[in-house]
């Protein structure tokens, strides 16, 4: 008897060792529960010829083949093989409950799912975008299915997954009161992001019809373009406008990304006005947009797979063309080309890590997967502004130039006329009260508006001049990088106000602290200060930094409610340029990294950064 006990016991554990991966990263759906991902929970089976059936995907013989995903979104990139997947959904707490799975994923172009439970076949269904709209279980953009989870057995959900685009599964469990609130807040975001960008659309297709330039419409197509590539990835032009035309999934994906392709490189040849001042880059632009044309007709007949990822690449070498053009024009002096460069930065951005999620390289998340809508939605609003500030800067000149015209016929008419020292007077007043006002002006656009030093646009002006003096009188100049400790917290836990009330007394403190009239104190950005110590070594600006540390821990912060005591970080640079050909960059950059160096010694101390370059 005891012999068979021990055979007995010796089995059940057998059993539970074999059967420890497979509840390995279970989980449990309660009344609590509105979501789950799936993606920790799935195991994978490839299948490279696409020959197994599902027979043969849940046969015994093919057991050690399944592998884990390992991922919450399981990523394998462009492939040619078809991929099994399988999940156990438990039981339902209680009462058999209905849930809803949604893969949300739209351009993957076939899932074959069928649901299992005690060893018989409850449903199966076929979704992707290869299947005509109408045959999907649930009116949904992505692909949804329902789901019937029992109180008693668990339920076994297989999917043969086969697609030309990146296959990425985010899949997830829903309660289905969940989804359709999440699908709300979704929707209300996508509205309002088409919406933004057909209204930025429109209005500057307007102004190309009033002031018929170039520039505008390529920039009306963009936008058109990044809103069609946004909705196909999305699935709401399969939903609305073909529904059941599925061969036009594929075609308008790659329509649209040559779309943002083609257009941006036209509008930055004629925004930046390329082929008066750099020919050679203008005929480099208007060779990718050719090529943009070439992927655009073949998306009518050439492979879907290898013509999205060559038009990827092309889009990738696009975004960085594009934004070497704003440089050498910023270089060049263009007056606009700063602001392009700024809105090329949030798209080259966005784009690269857009193009590593698709290739797979990059995880597929929130941020990855939107990064590329993120990055040209802020692209767009700022080449509007771009626009309508190069209109503004050449209106600007025009009226300069009429209104100095007008002014010259005026006083020789008025000297005509008038000839008498009254006149003279009243002009003499005018003139003076427009160069006071001026002066306001010029103090205004100059000044940090919450602590009244320097904004940081007039340090980059000052610090460059600077530079070059130090460098053709050869003394040394010192930068000081200040971060007040701590500040994000005290904000979050103060409020915003208290936390500007923090900034203005250590902006007075600073202030207090730098005496000779060359020194400059500006506010560099948030928490962050900057000084600018002319014919300052290294000493010296260590002096000036010690100065500030220990007056701001010596000033607590009071208002009528609290007291907070407040340090700060310091980094300190000093250099005596040697070569005018090295940027000043260089300095403000070792100054940063001495900052965090000092933040991450424990704070409240100063660091210090070009030892040997200030010794004489």
Not at 386 to 393: D, F, I, Q, T, V
Request: proline residues 5%; neutral net charge.
């Amino acid at each position: 008897m005891s012999h068979r006990r021990r055979l007995a016991t010796l089995v059940l554990l057998g059993l539970a060792i074999l059967m420890a991966p497979a509840y390995a990263g279970a989980f449990v759906v309660d009344n609590d529960t509105r979501s789950v991902l799936l993606g920790p929970h799935l195991e994978f089976l490839k299948d490279p010829e696409g020959v197994l059936s599902l027979s043969d995907a849940r046969s015994p013989a093919l057991a050690d083949r399944w592998r884990a995903a390992r991922a919450d979104i399981p990523n394998f990139g462009y492939t040619d093989a078809v991929y099994w997947t399988r999940v156990t959904l438990p039981p339902a707490q209680g009462e058999r409950r209905r849930f809803m799975v949604e893969i949300d994923y739209p351009v993957l172009d076939r899932l074959d799912v069928s649901l299992w439970r005690g060893g018989e076949q409850l449903r199966s269904f076929r979704l992707g975008d290869r299947i005509p709209y109408a045959e999907r279980p649930v009116d949904h953009p992505g692909f949804v299915f329902p789901v019937h989870l029992s109180g008693g057995q668990p339920t076994d959900l297989y999917m043969r997954v086969q697609t030309s685009s990146s296959l990425q599964l985010p899949i997830r469990l829903w309660r289905p009161e969940a989804l359709i609130g999440h699908d709300f807040e979704r929707a209300t975001a996508f509205a309002l992001f088409y919406g933004a960008m057909l209204i930025m659309a429109i209005y500057n297709l307007l102004i190309f019809l009033a002031v018929r330039d170039a520039s505008y419409l390529y920039y009306v197509f963009y936008v058109l373009s990044m809103v069609a590539l946004v909705a196909g990835i999305h699935g709401v032009t399969f939903k609305y406008f073909w529904p059941g035309s599925t061969g036009l999934n594929d075609v308008s994906l790659i329509l649209a990304l040559s779309g943002m392709v083609f257009f941006p490189s036209l509008f930055t040849r004629h925004f930046l006005k390329m082929p008066q001042d750099r020919p050679r880059m203008a005929k480099m632009l208007v060779g990718l947009a050719a090529l943009a044309v070439l992927t655009a007709i073949g998306s009518f007949f050439l492979p879907y797979r290898e013509l999205m990822v060559t038009t990827i690449m092309l889009a990738g070498s696009a975004i960085v063309l594009n934004f070497a053009s704003g440089i050498v024009r910023w270089w060049d002096g263009f007056h606009a080309a700063r602001y392009y460069n700024l809105a090329w930065t949030f798209m080259l951005g966005g784009g690269l890590i857009m193009l590593l999620n698709k290739i797979g390289v990059a995880p597929r998340n929130w941020f990855t997967e939107n990064a590329g809508q993120i990055g040209t939605s802020a692209e767009v609003l700022l080449l509007s502004f771009a626009l309508a500030n190069r209109m503004s800067y050449e209106r600007r000149k025009r009226e300069e130039a009429q209104r100095q015209s007008a002014q010259a016929q005026q006083e020789l008419l008025d000297a005509q006329v008038a000839m008498n020292r009254d006149l003279d007077c009243k002009v003499r007043e005018r003139t003076e009260a427009l160069e006071e006002a001026n002066a306001k002006l010029q103090e205004i656009s100059i000044t940090d508006g919450l602590t009244g030093l320097r904004n940081r646009r007039y340090f980059d002006q000052t610090f460059e001049m600077e530079y070059r003096r130090a460098y053709r009188e050869k003394y040394p100049l010192a930068v000081l990088m200040i971060d007040i400790d701590h500040f994000k917290p005290l904000n979050d836990e103060h409020g915003h106000p208290f936390g500007d009330h923090c900034l203005r007394q250590v902006a007075s403190v600073i202030r207090d602290c730098i005496r000779r009239p060359p020194d400059l104190a500006a506010r560099y950005g948030g928490e962050e200060f900057v000084v600018l110590l002319p014919n300052t070594d290294r000493p010296g600006g260590v002096s000036v930094a010690e100065a500030i540390r220990r007056a701001v821990a010596d000033s607590p912060v009071r208002d009528a409610e609290q007291s907070v005591s407040l340090t700060v970080s310091i980094g300190v640079a000093a250099e005596i340029p040697a070569d005018v050909r090295e940027t000043h960059e260089a300095l403000l950059n070792e100054a940063d990294r001495c900052l965090y160096e000092a933040k991450n010694d424990g704070r409240n101390r100063v660091s210090v950064g070009y030892a040997a370059a200030c010794q004489e």
